[in-house]
C-alpha cells in the first residue's frame, strides 16, 4: 500500500495531527441541504455513508460530511429557519452515528475554494447540460404545461441561478475534494453523471487528472416513499423528520396512504409504498415474513405498526444524542470550526494545483 501524506497543523481546536492528502486514501463525501432531515435522507445518504465506511474499515478511508446550506438558499431566504434547519441537521448526523473527532464534517459556505472552483467550473460546463438537469426541466416542464391551460408564463418562472447551477456547485462540492465515493439517493445520479462530465472536459483540457471522477454509490431499496407514495421529500411535505417523539412518529406512519383493499384480503406487494417502506428498514428475514402477511391479508394498520417498531427500535437510544446536540449551539460551532480546519487543508491544495494548470 502506498503511503500517505500526514500533515501536521498547530492551529485546529482540538488535534495536531491530521491525514490531509490522499494516495490510496479512500475518500468517501456526501452533503444534505439544511432544508430539514427526514427518513429518507438516512436511507438515501447518511446510512449509506456509514455503511461504506465499515465496508472500507480495513483500508484508510476519510469520510466527508457536508451541510449544503449555499443549496438550501435556493429555497429558504428565512435566516432563522435556515440556522435552525443547520442544527437540526447537524444534530441528527451526529446522533445517527457521526463522529465528530474521526469524520470531517463542515458547513459548505465556511469553505471558500468551494465557490471559486464553481467559478472557475463554469466555462467548462456546457448550458445544455444544466438546461437538461431533472430539477430545472421538472420547472420548465410545469410552466409548459401550465401555459397551455390559463395563465401564459414565461417558461423560467420560478427559476432562479442556485437551481439553474446547483449541479455545477455540486460538481464543486465533490471535485474540491478529489472525492472517490459518493453516497447518495438515487434522484442524485444525474448530479454525479455531469461532475463526471465536468470533470472529464477539465482534466482533457489541462492533460490532468487533477479532478478526480467520483463513483456515485446507491444503496438498493432505491427511494423511500413519502406519506403520499410519491418520493419522500421535505420539497413535497410528505416526510416524516427522524428525529421526532415517538408518538408523533407514529402518528405519522399511521398517515401513510394506501389502497382500500380490507384487512383478509391478500395485498400486492410488488410497488407498494407501505412495503418498500419497510424493506428499507426490515432484515431480509424480515422482508420474507412480511411477504407472507400480505399474501395471507394482514390489515394496513398492522402494517403500519410494523413499520413504526421496527423505525423506532433503531431510533429510540438515539434520541437523546439528537437532543443534547440540537440544543448546544456553541457545541456545534466548534465541531463546524474543527471541521472546515481540516476540510480546507484539502480545497486549498486541490484549488492550487487546479489554478497552477490555468494561469
Ligand atoms: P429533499 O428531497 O427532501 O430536499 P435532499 O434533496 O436534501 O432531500 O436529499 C439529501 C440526500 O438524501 C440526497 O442524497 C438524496 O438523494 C437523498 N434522499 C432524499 N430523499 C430521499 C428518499 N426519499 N429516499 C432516499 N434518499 C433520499
Ligand atoms: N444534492 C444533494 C441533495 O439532494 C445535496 C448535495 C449538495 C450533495 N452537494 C453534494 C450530495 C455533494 C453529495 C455530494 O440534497
Not at 447551477?165 to 453516497?183: E, G, H, K, N, R
Not at 462530465?197 to 478526480?212: Q, S
Not at 391479508?297 to 438515539?318: A, D, P, R, T, Y
Request: charged fraction near 30%; charge should be neutral.
Amino acid at each position: 500500500m502506498t503511503p500517505y501524506d500526514i500533515l501536521h497543523i498547530e492551529n485546529t481546536l482540538k488535534e495536531t495531527k491530521i491525514v490531509v492528502y490522499r494516495c490510496d486514501m479512500k475518500r468517501i463525501l456526501t452533503g444534505i441541504k439544511p432544508t430539514g432531515v427526514h427518513l429518507g435522507n438516512w436511507m438515501g445518504a447518511i446510512k449509506p455513508s456509514f455503511e461504506l465506511l465499515s465496508k472500507y474499515k480495513d483500508e484508510p478511508t476519510e469520510a466527508f460530511f457536508f451541510l449544503a446550506d449555499f443549496h438550501a438558499l435556493n429555497t429558504c431566504f428565512d435566516p432563522i429557519a435556515l440556522k435552525k434547519s443547520i442544527k437540526e441537521v447537524a444534530a441528527t448526523w451526529i446522533a445517527l452515528g457521526l463522529d465528530t473527532k474521526k469524520h470531517i464534517f463542515y458547513r459548505q459556505s465556511d469553505i471558500p475554494e468551494i465557490s471559486e472552483l464553481t467559478v472557475i467550473l463554469s466555462p467548462f460546463t456546457p448550458k445544455g447540460l444544466l438546461n437538461r438537469a431533472h430539477a430545472y426541466k421538472a420547472f420548465v416542464d410545469k410552466n409548459r404545461e401550465l401555459s397551455q391551460s390559463d395563465t401564459v408564463r414565461d417558461l423560467d418562472d420560478g427559476v432562479n441561478m442556485g437551481l439553474f447551477t446547483y449541479p455545477l456547485l455540486m460538481s464543486a462540492d465533490i471535485l474540491s475534494f478529489q472525492a472517490d465515493l459518493v453516497p447518495v439517493g438515487e434522484d442524485n445520479s444525474q448530479h454525479l453523471e455531469i461532475a463526471r462530465d465536468i470533470a472529464g472536459k477539465f482534466n482533457r483540457n489541462y492533460k490532468t487528472e487533477t479532478l478526480k471522477l467520483p463513483e456515485l454509490v446507491v444503496r438498493k431499496g432505491a427511494l423511500l416513499p413519502g406519506l403520499d407514495g410519491r418520493k419522500m421529500s421535505a420539497s413535497y411535505n410528505n416526510h416524516i423528520p427522524v428525529f421526532l417523539p415517538e408518538k408523533k412518529l407514529r402518528k405519522l406512519i399511521m398517515k401513510m396512504t394506501t389502497d382500500s383493499t380490507p384487512p383478509g384480503e391478500t395485498k400486492k406487494k410488488d410497488s407498494n409504498a407501505l412495503f418498500s417502506f419497510y424493506s428499507n428498514f426490515a432484515s431480509n428475514e424480515q422482508i420474507l415474513e412480511m411477504e407472507q402477511k400480505y399474501a395471507k391479508g394482514i390489515s394496513w394498520g398492522e402494517v403500519k405498526q410494523e413499520i413504526f417498531e421496527l423505525v423506532n427500535e433503531e431510533l429510540k437510544e438515539k434520541r437523546d444524542v439528537y437532543n443534547h446536540y440540537v440544543n448546544s449551539e456553541k457545541e456545534l460551532e466548534d465541531v463546524f470550526k474543527e471541521g472546515a480546519l481540516k476540510a480546507r487543508l484539502v480545497s486549498k491544495k486541490v484549488l492550487k494545483e487546479v489554478k497552477d494548470l490555468i494561469f
